[in-house]
């Protein structure tokens, strides 16, 4: 290994939305990696996961916007600009500007020029969580110092990245990515497509540490005619589809008692009550917020039904294997989802939830299938918690990661 830690660069530090980032360097901390996070913004949650206060890391911050930290950046570039890769670095960066007119690819080019003045001398490489921003900024700085990049990509990074960016940054030679690891079958294929060598593209499931959650609860199969307790986790974004939801139980019949509770931030919030006031549910939902993991597990013990409408956004973006589903099967918690990206590469259609298009319709008629056949629900539930035990740990992963990071001196 090298004289420094890893370093691995990540959007931003910590955030609730994003455990399986949390979960993986926390894992690789204990295969022995030692490492140093640079992260491009600072936290915007009032909230931490227990899991964040395990990672034993470095934290360090990037100049979230260049004009903030004037004098940084200066003296970062003036380091920079000594360094022997410095003069390629600027020729991809004025490459990746011509096509790319934006505020946030010359931030890129920013704080890549303090990461790589910043870094402490042996660090062997770098390591980006998310293939658009922070695959950039680790690039640029990867170059300028001539050591090894190497990147995990997800979801929305990927299907509203270019394709000419993509393949660049997988090209042959030190402007390429190592390696690259993603979440998703799906995913894989499509970075495959892309990629000069497809066999520098891993999938690595994310996968689930049980060991940070609670065996099941005995669930009693609840009779017909009970309330009915829904629970949907995260953000209210376009990709998630909770207006669809939203929909679909004003579209419930009368005689189902159900009430649903919402976990999760986003910039939709206001947008989704005021549709849940005119649709004349408003009375029936319960809108909790950010909330910790710990708050979240208790939810789920408590609902009836986990519901993810996830669906592709206008731009492209959507969700890859949301971990809310297999912590919501940890938890041995009904499933219904939509049938986009790798979603089916967990929930097998009626074998270990439901799957539907991403209309209130079929949502709404998902729920009635569920509330109307207990039996039936709790025997999917089942199957998606022993499919979780038995294919989704996590240890395989985290294994093929630290194997890739070895060969990179990391």
Not at 327 to 348: H, R
Request: aromatic share 8%.
């Amino acid at each position: 290994m090298g004289n420094a830690p890893l370093a691995v660069v990540v959007k931003g530090w910590p955030r609730l939305s994003e455990t399986f980032i949390a979960q993986e360097l926390v894992a690789l901390e204990a295969a022995g990696h030692p490492l140093a996070l640079w992260s491009l913004r600072h936290p915007t949650d009032s909230k931490t996961h227990p899991l964040h206060d395990r990672l034993k890391a470095e934290v360090n911050y990037l100049p979230e916007y260049l004009h903030d930290e004037r004098t940084r950046v200066w003296r970062g570039w003036r380091l920079a600009r000594r360094l022997p890769g410095f003069p390629e670095a600027a020729r991809l960066w004025r490459a990746d500007l011509a096509r790319d007119r934006t505020r946030n690819r010359v931030r890129r080019f920013g704080q890549a020029c303090v990461l790589a003045a910043e870094l402490p001398p042996g660090t062997p490489a770098l390591y980006a969580h998310f293939l658009h921003t922070p695959a950039s900024v680790a690039r640029y700085a990867a170059v300028m110092l001539g050591i090894p990049w190497a990147f995990s990509a997800h979801a929305k990074d990927i299907w509203t990245s270019p394709d000419w960016e993509i393949r660049e940054k997988l090209a042959a030679g030190l402007a390429g990515a190592r390696f690259g690891a993603t979440c998703t079958a799906f995913g894989a294929s499509h970075l495959r497509d892309l990629a000069g060598d497809p066999g520098r593209i891993d999938l690595v499931y994310h996968g689930l540490d049980l060991t940070r959650f609670p065996p099941p609860p005995e669930r009693a199969v609840r009779a017909p005619g009970s309330p009915m307790r829904l629970l949907s986790v995260g953000r209210l974004v376009e990709k998630k589809g909770f207006d669809r939801l939203i929909a679909g139980l004003a579209l419930l019949p009368d005689w189902l008692d159900w009430h649903w509770t919402h976990i999760g931030g986003g910039e939709l919030k206001a947008a989704m009550a005021a549709q849940a006031e005119a649709a004349g549910v408003a009375g029936r939902i319960t809108w909790r917020g950010a909330c910790d993991q710990p708050e979240v597990i208790a939810a789920m013990r408590a609902a009836d039904l986990f519901v993810l409408p996830s669906r592709i956004a206008a731009n492209g973006d959507r969700d890859g294997l949301p971990n809310v589903l297999m912590e919501a099967a940890s938890q041995l918690l009904p499933i219904i989802s939509t049938a986009v990206s790798a979603i089916p590469e967990f929930i097998t259609p009626s074998r270990h939830g439901l799957l539907v298009a991403d209309r209130p319709e079929d949502l709404a008629e998902a729920i009635v299938d569920i509330a109307s056949d207990p039996g039936a629900a709790a025997a999917m539930a089942g199957a998606a918690y022993e499919r979780l035990k038995r294919e989704f740990a996590v240890e395989p992963g985290i294994a093929r990661l630290s194997e890739r990071l070895r060969e990179m001196g990391a």
